[in-house]
């Protein structure tokens, strides 16, 4: 007997496998389809399961049955807005906030409130004792860090660093990336840079030159590529 989160696709395998046998699948005592060699069937619906197995000499046997069932579903939550304060209108095991679809780093971002710093479209993902998940409609928040406020070198946020890949750009504009090497050789150049893939490149030391998207320089970052962390 299982019990799964509601939506989740689980295995379901019948033992042994035998040569020549054949297998069909039940649900509440209805086939589930015309029998065959596949010992196995996923299933993400609650119910009572069992096969029915058929020899090489046409002689018939039903298993056990299994008893498939679903923990209690985790409410939505609710973003309550106060900005620059996100909260949530619930308690929950567990929270996780985004940021334009990237997961935010930090103790902070894994709170039922989350105190933002720039625009961006924002979400939460909760889950429940059962780990369970569910996910906050999304926000978009404009105004709050573009506006007439200056733009420079401490409100550009980059992490992680040091990276073994990806390295995400926390900006209040969009900005473009120029990647160069510790001898001074341009690598690559990114425009309206979100993050950067350092995957492919050899383990030492980067320097990422950050300009805003009229080529003004903001800032200049150094990041460690090292692929054993």
């Known amino acids: 007997d299982v019990q799964q989160c ?24 209805i086939s589930m389809g015309l029998p065959t060699t596949d010992v196995k069937t996923p299933v993400s619906t609650p119910g009572l399961y069992s096969v029915t197995v058929t020899d090489i000499y046409t002689c018939v046997r039903t298993t056990n049955t299994a008893a498939i069932s679903n923990y209690p579903a985790v409410e939505k939550p609710t973003i309550l807005r106060m900005d620059p304060v996100l909260k949530l209108n619930k308690k929950y095991a567990h929270y996780q906030w985004y940021r334009n679809n990237v997961r935010l780093a930090g103790s902070s971002a894994a709170l039922s409130s989350y105190t933002m710093t720039f625009d961006g479209t924002y979400f939460c993902e909760v889950s429940d004792i059962n780990g ?56 690559f150049k990114k425009e309206e840079a979100q993050s950067i893939d350092l995957g492919a490149y050899a383990d030492g030391t980067y320097m990422l030159r950050i300009f805003d998207t009229k080529g003004n320089l903001i800032s200049v970052e150094k990041i460690n590529k090292i692929t054993a962390q």
Request: charged letters at 20%; one cysteine or more.
């Open 132 to 187: 369970c998940l569910n996910y906050s409609d999304t926000v978009e928040v404009k105004g709050l860090s573009i506006g007439n406020q200056q733009v420079n070198s401490q409100s550009i946020r980059i992490y992680p660093n040091p990276s073994k890949d990806i390295v995400y750009i926390e900006a209040p504009v969009k900005v473009n990336i120029m990647v160069i090497d510790i001898v001074g050789k341009l690598i």
């Open 6 to 29: 509601e939506g989740v696709s689980i295995v379901l395998y019948c033992t042994p496998a035998l040569a020549g046998h054949k297998y069909e699948w039940y649900k509440e005592s």
